[in-house]
C-alpha cells in the first residue's frame, strides 16, 4: 500500500514560517511528481502545488512567491517551505502524487495561523 507521511505542522503567527516534510516509497518517489494539498475546516481539500521527478515546481497562485517546493532524493522526502503565512493558510497539509493522485492518503500535518 501506498504511504505517504506529513510532518512539520504547528502554530505559527501570521507572517511566520513552517517547513513541512512528506516521506514516501522509493518506488513512489522515482516515478511519480510530488504535490501538496490542504484542507481548510469545511472546505475541499485543495491543490498547493507540487514538483517533478526532475525538480520542476508548480504553484497555484495564492501561494506563488511565498512556498517553495523541493525534493531530496537522497531522502525521499519532499519539503514545502511556508513563508508569510497568512491565517488562511490554516488547514491540514498532505501529500501525494501530482497532479494525479493515488488513492492512499497520509495523516496530513496540521497548520494553525493565529496570533
Known amino acids: 500500500q501506498v504511504q505517504f507521511v506529513e510532518s512539520g505542522g504547528g502554530l505559527v503567527q501570521p507572517g511566520g514560517s513552517l517547513r513541512l516534510s512528506c516521506t514516501t516509497s522509493e518506488m513512489i518517489f522515482r516515478i511519480y511528481p510530488i504535490g501538496w494539498y490542504r484542507q481548510a475546516p469545511g472546505k475541499e481539500r485543495d491543490e498547493v502545488g507540487g514538483?517533478?521527478?526532475?525538480?520542476?515546481?508548480n504553484y497555484v497562485d495564492s501561494v506563488k512567491g511565498r512556498f517553495t517546493i523541493s525534493r531530496d532524493n537522497t531522502k525521499n522526502t519532499v519539503y514545502l517551505q511556508m513563508n508569510g503565512l497568512k491565517p488562511e493558510d490554516a488547514a491540514v497539509y498532505y501529500c501525494n502524487a501530482y497532479p494525479g493522485t493515488l488513492d492512499s492518503w497520509g495523516q496530513g500535518t496540521q497548520v494553525i495561523v493565529s496570533s
Open positions: 514538483i517533478s521527478t526532475d525538480g520542476r515546481t
